[in-house]
């Protein structure tokens, strides 16, 4: 919602808080186009033959791949990852095969291009699920590829001067990936979903942010905006001295909860286990120094996206033993077996020409016609939690049966290890009381829960209000969950990015999850948030959650309950 008043341009502009936090400061916009008089010169430049197009092309992707790549080794955990996606994705051989037939048939190099983009952005679309953020990433990529053929600097986020808030229609994750906390102040984007990779990134570098904030591409370059990560308001016009105060008193918020040092509890003394989400060796030796219990989420797949083959048990085992060892003995590490396809295609497990990968072959899938993928990863996990000597859990992604819980809590135990699944389909929420039957512990992937619960892409921009952990119906599925756990005596646990969100952590806790986990960068802020509550103030603020009619209004109404 956007609005006007006739003494000064006042903008009030309601989006998708993400990451909680208020700051105040000069707009900066990020260039998302390749000048026009550019591309214009570079249209009168001709090439000798189709071959000598496709030998620019290249080396302009090249370049930008290589540039992917060098930023990724500055980095870890999320941003690396999708720094290393996206230059694998500006190297694909489809993309150029596709260029060299648009070329072949006497088409020239920027409609090449852009036809061969065209083509893969229908493709990743139709797709759905989180294969559909990629076309950001596609567009990202062309307009790079675009700048470096028409001899101009790539596009994209520019280094403030002073810090400033920046914003943009969206951000490809390469860009979000290397903002500077210093100089950016907050991040405000039109576009985009509170599971989105850039909402991710966010969360990881402690950017207050908002996401689909509509109409925020109105506001002009040097505009002071104020914005609110904890609301998702972002306002321009607003009082100078007012908006000064109101970041300043946040920033002494902020320091006094840089200084939170755990464990976790409630006003009153309740225990919350507080857990990192790590990818690799470097977030797992980032996680250790902060204030966790260990680990709820290993993702292990994400040390493996660039292999064509399978690693062998004793590499696999290997880089498990070194995530492990950065915990030590007297914290435990949750491991999630390979989380492959849809949006995470690896070469040696992924089934390839699905028409709707979101809901194919991944996951826990993978093993029913490869079992053996599933045990040799499972050896490996065994063998690096004897070396380290680390109590390892192990979980499965995409149960959706509790015949499918058992069989692979039997693989586990025979190995000596616990047994978990995750619970992202909702047919395992309703079933949680009858999975706890025959597994030791659940965890609650978020964002797939709520992105197959609403039955809305959780990377459409347009149905972000329905990919969003706020929604009753998925509240609804969490207490269910966590109640099961209740009555079991069994761990519930939330992985999923839901769990990152200091006011939401306090529902979670009062509906009964007894572990939050998050990137490192979040763990603070929700430590101290829950300090400041008591049980009983959690439970009130899980029953206005429940009873409140869409994610707004239940923001709302855990904040005055909490007031």
């Known amino acids: 919602m956007v609005t006007e008043t006739a003494q000064q341009t006042t903008m009030k502009i309601q989006g998708t808080p993400v990451v909680p936090g208020v700051a105040y400061g000069p707009a900066v916009l990020a260039r998302e186009e390749v000048p026009a008089a550019a591309i214009e010169a570079f249209a009168s430049v001709t090439f000798p033959d189709a071959a000598a197009a496709l030998s620019a092309y290249d080396d302009a992707a090249a370049a930008v791949a290589d540039g992917f790549a060098a930023k990724a080794m500055s980095v870890s955990g999320a941003a690396a990852e999708v720094l290393a996606a996206s230059a694998g994705l500006a190297r694909d051989k489809g993309m150029r095969s596709l260029v060299r037939k648009q070329l072949n048939a006497g088409e020239q190099l920027l409609p090449s291009l852009q036809i061969a983009v065209e083509h893969f952005a229908g493709m990743f679309t139709q797709m759905g699920g989180l294969m559909a953020e990629r076309v950001t990433d596609l567009r990202d990529i062309e307009r790079r590829i675009t700048a470096r053929l028409v001899g101009v600097a790539e596009p994209g986020v520019p280094v403030p001067v002073d810090p400033s808030v920046l914003l943009a229609k969206d951000l490809a994750p390469s860009d979000t990936a290397l903002l500077d906390p210093s ?16 909402a991710i990134i966010a969360r990881q570098l402690g950017i207050p942010c908002v996401v689909g904030a509509t109409g925020a591409g109105r506001i002009a370059d040097g505009t002071w905006v104020l914005v609110d990560g904890t609301t998702g308001l972002v306002v321009t016009g607003a009082d100078p001295e007012e908006s000064r105060t109101l970041a300043a008193d946040d920033a002494v918020r902020r320091d006094a909860i840089a200084g939170w040092s755990g464990p976790a509890a409630t006003a009153d003394g309740v225990h919350v286990k507080l857990l990192a989400n790590v990818a690799d060796v470097p977030t797992a030796q980032t996680a250790a120094h902060a204030p966790v219990e260990g680990v709820g989420l290993f993702r292990t797949e994400l040390s493996f996206l660039n292999r064509a083959d399978e690693p062998s048990v004793e590499e696999q085992a290997a880089i498990y033993a070194d995530v492990l060892a950065a915990f030590g003995q007297g914290r435990h590490v949750v491991a999630r077996t390979l989380d492959a396809g849809s949006d995470k295609p690896i070469g040696f497990a992924t089934h390839k020409g699905e028409e709707n990968p979101a809901l194919g072959v991944r996951g826990l899938r993978l093993s029913f016609d490869n079992p053996d993928l599933l045990d040799r990863q499972l050896d490996a996990i065994a063998s690096a939690s004897a070396s380290s000597g680390v109590e390892t859990w192990v979980m499965a992604p995409m149960v959706a049966t509790v015949a499918e819980a ?18 992202e389909v909702p047919s395992a929420a309703l079933q949680a009381a009858r999975m706890l039957e025959v597994v030791d512990f659940l965890s609650i992937g978020t964002n797939d829960l709520t992105q197959y619960t609403m039955a809305a892409d959780r990377m459409a921009t347009d149905l972000a209000h329905l990919t969003d952990a706020w929604q009753p119906a998925v509240l609804q599925l969490i207490a269910m ?14 992985c999923g990015e839901a769990a990152a969100d200091p006011l939401l952590a306090c529902v979670l806790v009062g509906l009964g999850i007894t572990s939050l986990s998050m990137a490192p960068a979040a763990v603070r802020p929700v430590g101290a948030q829950l300090g400041r509550v008591t ?13 409140a009619l869409d994610p707004e209004a239940a923001r709302i109404a855990v904040r005055d309950a909490l007031a």
């Open 406 to 423: 058992g069989e692979f809590a039997a693989k586990v135990r025979e190995r000596g290890l616990k047994p978990g699944v995750m619970i």
């Open 481 to 494: 969950t966590a109640a099961a756990g209740v009555t079991a005596r069994k761990p519930v646990g939330v």
């Open 183 to 198: 100089l950016v102040l907050a991040l405000v984007t039109g576009l985009g979903g509170p599971t989105s990779h850039t």
């Open 535 to 547: 049980m009983a103030d959690c439970r009130r603020a899980a029953e206005a959650a429940l009873a």
